[in-house]
């Protein structure tokens, strides 16, 4: 699952089995710079991997990761939203939550574990805007 957004096109997620290297190039908005939160370390890595998409072909990516230890907010996204108020609708996932979610989707087309990803992805990705916001990057 890939989401991101942009504030002409709004919040945009690619999903298996509709999720791919074309289906992602095509989707992706125009702009300068890519925000992450330690997807330099990751997403981007995951996503070259699985996809032979790089992102930083497009982009030049800002990972906020870095902005937040500048500002002495360390930990994971979840932990630096805490840390900052920013708050979720759900509690946050763990990582066998979220994968035992997308072995239900991909196994069996489970479509309430697909909801539970999206709207994960989806604050995710909302958050990220939030903490950038904050940032003032």
Excluded at 70 to 90: D, H, N, S, W
């Amino acid at each position: 699952m890939v989401g991101f957004f942009h504030e002409d096109t709004g919040l945009t997620q690619l999903i298996w089995p509709d999720l791919n290297a074309e289906t992602l190039a095509a989707a992706l908005p125009e702009a300068e710079h890519i925000y992450t939160y330690n997807g330099n370390n990751f997403d981007i890595q995951v996503i070259r991997h699985h996809l032979g998409l790089d992102l930083l072909d497009y982009y030049k990516s800002r990972d906020l990761m870095y902005d937040c230890w500048q500002k002495g907010l360390k930990g994971g996204l979840k932990a630096v939203e805490r840390q900052l108020g920013i708050r979720r609708q759900r509690p946050p996932l763990d990582n066998y939550q979220i994968q035992d979610c997308w072995t239900r989707w991909k196994h069996k087309q489970d479509a309430e574990a697909l909801a539970v990803l999206l709207e994960y992805n989806e604050e995710d990705v909302i958050n990220l805007v939030k903490l950038r916001e904050l940032l003032a990057v």
